[in-house]
């Protein structure tokens, strides 16, 4: 839940504050608007930060060092890196408007669903070792 959490609280909120709006701003306030700038990329940030911390904390608290640390290092590294990138270039771009291009949130989407594999990868390994 507390990856899942992230990517939920802003479109709760938006459904929040939607009746005390202008229906000039509930025209703005949409679901897109929550993602389309790239802020996927920074859950793509936490699940890379996640899978780190799974991964040491399994080696710290059994002694034993696994052989995919350096290519989650590595992969993480690089996921961290690229979503850093597409949520800072969708801020630096944004209008506040929907977007006609959608490059951000398509390059966020593709970032996190990796990221978030890896994680899983990544726990799933560290349980079964």
Known sequence: MNIIAPMLVPMGGLLLI???LTPEQKKKARFI???QDGQLGWIAVLWSIAALYEAVEFMSTTGKWVSWAGWLIFAEVVLMGAGMSIASGGAVTSTG???DDQRY????IIVTLIS???FYAAHMRAKLC
Do not use: A, K, Y
């Open 116 to 118: 978030g594999g890896i």
């Open 33 to 35: 608007t929550t993602v």
């Open 105 to 108: 949130l398509g390059w966020s």
């Open 18 to 20: 939607r009746s005390p």
């Open 97 to 99: 408007e929907v977007r």
